[in-house]
């Protein structure tokens, strides 16, 4: 598997460094974890095990958040057109 990056949404463990903001790639996903290493703030380099919890709200259509991060001006530009 691939390292992918991603960015924590909430804080889960803050004393482990797991806190809103900080990025992590995914190393692994467990079947009850998900494995991380962090790549920013002060634990850069630490492996890190997040347990698979149900974090999303119950009165909510969609059980997660979607957001979008454009790589270059031009595919930005674009989106905005299409809106």
């Known amino acids: 598997m691939s390292q992918i990056p991603v ?20 190393t692994q996903l467990g079947k009850r974890f998900i494995e ?3 790549i920013t703030g002060t634990n ?11 974090m999303s709200p119950s009165d909510s259509k969609w059980p997660f958040i979607l957001f979008v991060q454009t790589h270059s001006k ?8 299409i809106r």
Not at 74 to 81: Q, V
């Open 36 to 38: 991380g290493q962090v």
């Open 74 to 81: 031009e595919e930005k530009m674009h989106t905005e057109w």
């Open 44 to 54: 850069i380099g630490g492996k890190v095990y997040i347990p698979r919890i149900i």
């Open 7 to 26: 960015m924590l949404m909430r804080n889960i463990n803050q004393s482990a460094g797991l806190c809103n903001g900080t990025r992590l790639t995914i």
